[in-house]
């Protein structure tokens, strides 16, 4: 072992005031309180919040803190955060370090500043923060951040963590009560898990400030293909370049220190790709530390002179980044409720929480559909890195044969399992897995949790869990009440025959084929699965009865809060292409058009040039590409007027949903044409001409 392997456990979470600290520093009553909280969800007085905050003021101090802030993630999709230092005045002109649990336990930012959707007007700006026991506080930049929830006066919930946290209660509550019914006595909580693949681009950071449309607007407006993509598959899993490496490790390291168990690293297919992912954590911690991932990736890319771009379709043509959602289930007593065991067809509790997930999809695939709705994932779901936008579900070869064999009656017989025969003898023997895994599938069983892999990079994985977890909690409540009646000796009967019922009702969403086919886009119009292919046609689905009365039932949004949240998705939405079609007007108008004009001049010159110097000399080049440019620029210019009209139309529009549709059928349209113009323009006028670098400049420039 390494001097350095040996140091990682020594500063992994040193700037975490997790469990161990608190054991450590805290009066063994307190600690327990405070224990008892996070396990078990219970109240935290104030005293003991005063005695947590003196000791985590300590704890702050010597490792360099001077502020504190409540961290929260608003409906930004960002992180939040205002800073105050830990100094109060004295009498004799002096200060002292003071932080009180009051302080600790609660804030007040501006609530009226941050998107409510109608929630809060301006003049009622009173919001507040409330701290999130079950997330460790932790140090950055000098401050000691503490992980909050964020609420409006009227205690509507203005983030994404406290429906998460809502969504996590419910289906904890829910999958314990199908526990007891099923004989597992011993269990008393049950949390969702997650994992988070993050996929990102690194690109040269000079570079970057010379695209407008990256800085702007996240992704890339214009840009004509380089002459090699991805079409070699050469990057991925490829040899890490040593200026990448070292991103990586200082990004590992910086990580570790938050207490962030980043484990996996590599390149990803497109070129300048690469993704980064955690070991399993507790949803809300997992969803806080995915969000702290993704600033990391920027400040520490930023120091190595790297732009990190999380936008989900950087670049036209080639792969986007998504973020897949590894979700399973697990009991405070170690069970993974999604492992099936060596004999699947005989657990009956993994069977109940596996057909209750599918059942959960499949009734409420239109909300997880939206979940992941946002102006940039648009572009990248149905493309051929990402699963189309219509939710299916695979489990595989031996587990849709024990699902047949369920549906049918009949008994699943479990053939052995095959030693893998790699033909060369020096190579070990190892056993051969189930079944095999399913790029293609947007909700894929993979050997014992499932992988959502529609969520895009940029996006808050919070909102795909609260549906997920709202979901299965309603499928298993159903469960609880179609067999609490039942009595313990017909109890495995009735568990098959519902399970049977399930499968009949729900099976329409399991495909294990090759989602990227038309083919499979016509049978799921058959099946009458959804095919809700961008987020203007998405939304209406959120506020539609049955949804509502989901998230009311469980407790997870009033129908407000639902409400409010359409209007601010919608909002997003025309903002983020509003945004675009006015950088892209600009890029074209003020610095694209000086660069087509000065070559067409440079060439009209030359040709002259030649003519002055002899009659006889033919310009048949120059004329054709004076031609082809002169052709292109016209269409640039008819364009171009276009897409401002049509802007200005969009302007006016107020209803928020025609307006979306708007600019999804409309302006995003615009935007194309325009863009394949000046791509065409751009594909024969010489790199010196162009005012901002090209696609190859961007993606094969890291050393």
Known sequence: MSEETKYIPDYFGCMVFNDSVMRQRLPKDIYKAVHKTIKKGTHLEL??????????????????????????????????????????????????????GKELVKGEPDASSFPSGGLRATFEARGYTAWDPSSPAFIKDGSLYIPTAFCSYGGEALDKKTPLLRSMEALNREAVKVLHLLGNAAVTKVDTTIGSEQEYFLIDKDLYKKRKDLMLCGRTLLGAPAPKGQEMEDHYFGVLKPKVSSFMHDLDEELWKLGVPAKTKHNEVAPAQHELAPVFETANVAVDHNQLTMEIMKKVADKHNYACLLHEKPFEGINGSGKHNNWSMITDTGENLLDPGSTPAENMQFLVFLIATIAAVDEYADLMRISVATAGNDHRLGANEAPPAIISVFVGDELAAVLKSIEEGTDFVQSEKKQMEIGAHVLPHFTQDTTDRNRTSPFA?????????????????????????????????????????????????????????????????????????????????????????????????????????????????????????????????????????????????????????????????????????????????????????????????????K???????????????????????????????????????????????????????LLFSLR
């Not at 049955?546 to 407790?555: A, G, S």
């Not at 409400?563 to 601010?568: F, G, H, L, V």
């Not at 401002?644 to 995003?668: C, H, P, R, V």
């Open 445 to 641: 069983f993979t050997g014992n949790k499932f992988e959502f892999r529609m969520p895009g990079s940029a996006v808050s994985v919070a909102n795909p869990n609260i549906v997920l977890n709202t979901a299965v909690a309603e499928a298993l409540s159903k469960i609880y009440d179609r067999l609490s009646g039942v009595s313990e000796e017909n109890l495995k009967d009735e568990v098959n025959k519902l399970l049977k019922e399930l499968l009949a009702e729900h099976k329409k969403v399991l495909f294990n084929g090759n989602g990227y086919t038309d083919e499979w886009v016509e049978e799921a119009e058959r099946r009458g699965l959804f095919n809700l292919k961008s987020l203007p046609d998405a939304m209406p689905r959120f506020i539609e009865k049955k949804n509502i009365e989901l998230f009311e039932k469980h407790k997870i949004f009033t129908e407000t809060e639902i409400r409010s949240r359409y209007e601010i998705n919608l909002e997003n939405y025309v903002k983020a292409i509003h945004i675009e079609s006015l950088t892209l007007q600009e890029m074209v108008r003020k610095d694209f058009t000086a660069g087509l004009v000065k070559y067409m001049k440079d060439v009209t010159c030359e040709a002259l040039s030649k003519k002055k110097f002899s009659d006889a000399m033919k310009c048949t080049y120059e004329e054709k590409i004076l031609k082809t440019l002169d052709d292109t620029s016209e269409k640039i210019s008819s364009q171009l007027e």
């Open 643 to 697: 897409l401002a009209e049509d802007t200005k139309k969009a302007e006016g529009i107020e209803d928020m949903l025609e307006s979306a549709k708007y600019y999804q059928a409309t302006i995003l349209s615009d935007m194309d044409e325009l863009r394949a113009a000046v791509d065409a323009a751009e594909a024969i006028i010489p790199n010196g001409y162009l005012p901002y670098p090209t696609y190859g400049d």
């Open 47 to 100: 005293d003991v919040a005063n005695t947590v905050a003196a000791v985590m003021k300590e704890w702050a101090i010597e490792n360099g803190a001077t502020h504190f802030t409540h961290w929260f993630q608003p409906m930004t999709g960002l992180t939040a955060e205002k800073h105050d230092s830990f100094i109060s005045p004295t009498s004799n002109g002096q200060v002292i370090m003071e932080f009180s």
